[in-house]
Nanobody, 124 residues
Framework: QVQLVESGGGLVQAGGSLRLSCAAT????????MGWFRQAPGKEREFVGA????????YYADSVKGRFTISRDNGETTVYLQMNSLKPEDTAVYYC?????????????????WGQGTQVTVSS
């Protein structure tokens, strides 16, 4: 069992930056693929990016590639989402999630545990 808690959301102007954190409990954190997803009002939850066990591999949605960066600290059992050059269309609740296995999957159904989410609002 893994519990995930996101933090770092807030209100930012377009072009600004935020860094989200996701703190995990569980001794097997380093064996999970970690993912970030987001959900805007009235829309389905969508994939943002994922990172491998070691942090050596990452995979991003086209909409955030070059602007967002995922990293992890297995010693601190925390995964981060650095968001730069934010746009109003990035406004959403952001969730971290983890899955067993090694594949950097982009589907919601592939992930086993989820955090409660943190709100990110980008004003124009």
């Amino acid at each position: 069992q893994v519990q995930l808690v996101e933090s770092g959301g807030g209100l930012v102007q377009a072009g600004g930056s935020l860094r989200l954190s996701c703190a995990a409990t569980g001794r097997t954190f380093s064996t999970y693929v970690m993912g970030w997803f987001r959900q805007a009002p009235g829309k389905e939850r969508e994939f943002v990016g994922a990172i491998s066990w070691s942090g050596g591999s990452t995979y991003y949605a086209d909409s955030v590639k070059g602007r967002f960066t995922i990293s992890r600290d297995n010693g601190e059992t925390t995964v981060y989402l650095q968001m730069n050059s934010l746009k109003p269309e990035d406004t959403a609740v952001y969730y971290c999630a983890c899955r067993r296995g090694y594949r950097l999957d982009r589907s919601v159904e592939a992930y086993d545990f989820w955090g409660q989410g943190t709100q990110v609002t980008v004003s124009s």
